[in-house]
């Protein structure tokens, strides 16, 4: 399992209802089914992790994100959750208004474009950063938004979405009193546990 999955689970409550938005081939859901007894469902696009999740044994709906969640009530889960895919959606700030509907509570996770490095790179090369973390060019990348921890706090605040945890870590998952100090320069993965204000 992914490190940032590892961190996330910590939060899910045993028995409860999860919807995991963009659930990639499904190993965190089948973790969770396996170990909290959790009633999930994945919503997923790309056909490879749907056969994935379905060789995993999870419940998954292929669905694009970018059109909503209307056909979900209001409460329906627990928890949603929103892994490394805030930053490929066309409008991340309606699928946080549409997380916090269906789910009483929310996790995001995503690539912190503010960090030391990315600034680094950019201010050196005068191109956009390419890394093991951000391997793809400017042109072929499916992070279409580029959002840093200062950008979230703030879409948090407009949003009246409250932080109930906030996580930033280096690319290998790991806290630091630096990254505590400093999250926006020093941090490259954010991971918040958000609900309603």
């Known amino acids: 399992m992914r490190p940032d999955l590892e961190i996330i689970q910590q939060w899910i409550e045993p028995n409860s209802r999860v919807l995991d938005l963009g659930c990639g081939d499904g190993s965190l859901l089948h973790f969770l089914n396996e170990t909290k007894n959790v009633s999930s469902i994945g919503l997923e696009i790309d056909q490879d992790n749907i056969e994935q999740c379905i060789d995993n044994g999870v419940n998954v709906i292929e669905e694009n994100m970018d059109k909503g969640l209307d056909n979900y009530q209001s409460d329906s889960f627990d928890t949603v959750l929103l892994a490394q895919t805030l930053q490929a959606l066309s409008n991340p700030h309606l699928l946080v208004e549409e997380m916090l509907r269906v789910g009483k509570k929310g996790i995001v996770t995503f690539p912190n474009f503010g960090n030391w490095k990315s600034r680094l790179y950019l201010a050196?090369?005068?191109?956009?950063?390419?890394?093991?973390?951000?391997?793809?060019?400017?042109?072929?990348?499916?992070?279409?938004?580029?959002?840093?921890?200062?950008?979230?706090?703030?879409?948090?605040?407009?949003?009246?979405?409250?932080?109930?945890?906030?996580?930033?870590?280096?690319?290998?998952?790991?806290?630091?009193?630096?990254?505590?100090?400093?999250?926006?320069?020093?941090?490259?993965?954010?991971?918040?546990?958000?609900?309603?204000?």
């Open 124 to 197: 050196t090369r005068g191109r956009m950063p390419v890394s093991k973390f951000m391997p793809h060019q400017w042109y072929d990348t499916p992070n279409i938004h580029f959002c840093t921890v200062k950008d979230f706090d703030a879409l948090c605040k407009e949003m009246n979405v409250r932080v109930l945890t906030r996580t930033v870590v280096d690319s290998q998952h790991q806290g630091s009193w630096g990254v505590k100090a400093w999250p926006n320069l020093l941090g490259e993965i954010a991971i918040y546990h958000i609900t309603r204000g």
